[in-house]
């Protein structure tokens, strides 16, 4: 519901696990159907409405079968981040979790997970870091292939 005003045109995810194979990672960008004035009100209202922090509105994870990630579920998500470009028809996110499929009882965006002295399971193990890392490396990559949305015709 939050998506689509915007539409969506193509999901692209992939889930990285750490080198210890304690935890994993989904990154997804969704390609929208929107103009630069849409991704400007998306982002606009994500903001005011403080849509990003919803644990209803949490990314869903990539679980690939015979994988590390083959167990990672709805549950066992512990941190998330997501943005809406304005530069580009997109919303990048990621959402971490735990590889042997131990639940998350209380999830939390990882802005949240990376402030200093939170002590929750998901901040103690970096998930808010790697969520929001794997995050900004793929925005990046992204922006360095991607032009701007065209402008809505008047």
Known sequence: KALAPVGCERLLRATYTDATQSYVTT???LFTDADATAMRDLDTRFTREGLASRTDLMPLPYAA?????????AGQRASWTISVLTDAPVVAYAVSGWADGRTVDTPEPAEKAMESGDTTPAAQAGLGNEAQGLADRVE???RKTVTSPPEQSS
């Open 27 to 29: 990154v997804g960008l």
């Open 65 to 73: 079968k015979n994988t590390l990630a083959a167990g990672f579920g």
């Open 140 to 142: 990046r990559a992204l």
